[in-house]
């Protein structure tokens, strides 16, 4: 079907992720934020694209989430692949490099004068890249320059949609939801 004049073809809602590496229960984890990912797609009323980084623990966990539902994901790193590497464990970078293929696209931030500069700037550009946000965080401060809080905190300040997964129990918390309801299936395309 050909657009009317005037319509706007639709594109997909780009929801990111930014959550905790250490996870006490990854299966619960998942499922809470699998709910999340599901009640993001509800409240945008259509079609959805994920972008988030692939650190071990709950990051990991949103990719597989996501993609098991069908989502196009792009990948960030907060570093080259070789060296975002040395941050994780062999059974994290064996599960970073299949998730990896599984990339739609990959793109690496720029160098940065220190490694915590880095994953900074990767959780600011995953927000920047997003429409809305889901976090899977305890509600803490952040442990270091970069961290969950940090990176809610901005996706706050930029007034964006945000889903928060409690850590601890898996209550999921809207903010700001209302804009994507009203806003109907997806954004305009450019």
């Given at each position: 079907m050909k657009p009317r004049s005037g319509d706007s073809p639709r594109v997909p809602l780009i929801v990111g992720f930014t959550g905790h590496r250490k996870v006490a229960d990854p299966g619960g984890a998942q499922a809470a934020i699998a709910a999340a990912i599901r009640r993001?797609?509800?409240?945008?009323?259509?079609?959805?694209a994920a972008v988030s980084s692939a650190a071990s623990g709950?990051?990991?966990?949103?990719?597989e989430a996501a993609l098991a539902q069908g989502l196009p994901w792009s990948l960030l790193l907060p570093l080259p692949l070789e060296e975002f590497r040395k941050d994780f464990d062999a059974a994290g970078c064996r599960r970073l490099?299949?998730?990896?293929?599984?990339?739609?696209?990959?793109l690496v931030e720029p160098?940065?004068?220190?490694?915590?500069?880095?994953?900074?700037a990767c959780g600011r550009r995953t927000v920047d890249e997003s429409d809305a946000m889901i976090a899977?965080?305890?509600?803490?401060?952040?442990?270091?320059?970069g961290g969950t809080a940090d990176i809610?905190?901005?996706?706050?300040?930029?007034?964006k949609p945000l889903l928060w997964v409690h850590a601890?129990?898996?209550?999921?918390?809207?903010?700001r939801?209302?804009?994507l309801r009203a806003a109907g299936r997806g954004r305009a395309a450019p």
């Open positions: 993001m797609l509800a409240a945008a009323g259509g079609a959805m709950a990051d990991t966990l949103f990719v490099e299949e998730l990896q293929q599984r990339a739609g696209r990959t160098p940065q004068p220190t490694r915590d500069d880095a994953y900074l899977f965080w305890d509600g803490r401060e952040a442990a270091g320059m809610v905190a901005y996706v706050r300040r930029q007034r601890a129990t898996g209550a999921i918390t809207e903010e939801l209302e804009g």
